[in-house]
């Protein structure tokens, strides 16, 4: 299984709701980590996860609030977000050693109305 | 000073035509190196990691100058499915992967 999942594929919310983003590997990495891509511009790094333990917080917003459960898993829980936090969401995992790539997940479309 | 530098274009070239993206990094302890495609609204996707000795799959060939910090990508006899953006990507240490701003390509029938 050479795959990263995330769910939802789409999600909406108003600035007062929680919700959660959910990322998932099978491949026995030890790195996991949550991008944000606006549009026309690279992915931006948010948080890093090394063997489940939080490694970098790219000075993202306490409204942006990652959880690894287990080394598989990788949620990003969400709470009074703001419009412009409206962006694709992307999970990537690698597994943590010199000259492999990450492999990324279909991201999670984010819509803050 | 950006960790990576990419030329992010647009490049619009006819099919059949060879492009070239080049891309600079900053940190001379950087490990590895990759070229990424990413067609739009979808995920990034590797096409190619970066060798010293160079590399090369099929049209893509990938290059590595360490002394000059930078890399590169040549894609020759373009086709129109070759329309995406390509990422630069350098590993730096285990964890730390640092990307360009992305080149756009647009291949024209």
């Known amino acids: 299984d050479t795959e990263v999942t995330q769910t939802p594929k789409h999600l909406v919310m108003g600035m007062t709701n929680k919700k959660s983003l959910k990322c998932e590997q099978h491949m026995g990495h030890r790195a996991m980590y949550w991008y944000k891509q606006k549009a026309k511009k690279p992915p931006e790094l948010m948080f890093v996860?090394?063997?489940?333990?939080?490694?970098i917080n790219e000075s993202v917003p306490s409204r942006f609030s990652p959880e690894c459960p287990n080394s598989s898993l990788l949620n990003l829980h969400l709470h009074a977000l703001q419009p412009e936090d409206s962006a694709l969401y992307l999970c990537a995992s690698s597994p943590g050693t010199m000259g492999v790539e990450q492999f990324f997940g279909p991201g999670t479309r984010l819509t803050v109305l | 000073r950006k960790e990576v530098e990419q030329d992010p274009g647009p490049f619009n070239v006819p099919e059949g035509a060879t492009v070239a993206f080049n891309c600079t990094y900053s940190?001379?302890?950087?490990?590895?190196f990759f070229w990424y495609r990413q067609d739009c609204r979808k995920e990034p996707k590797l096409l190619m990691s970066?060798?010293?000795s160079g590399n090369e799959d099929g049209r893509f060939t990938a290059q590595l100058n360490r002394a000059s910090q930078y890399i590169s990508l040549l894609i020759r006899d373009s086709k129109l499915s070759d329309s995406a953006t390509y990422l630069c990507v350098v590993n730096m240490y285990g964890n730390q992967f640092y990307f360009g701003t992305g080149t756009s390509l647009t291949v024209i029938p």
């Open positions: 996860y090394s063997y489940e333990k939080l490694s």
């Open positions: 940190n001379s302890a950087s490990q590895s």
């Open positions: 970066v060798y010293s």
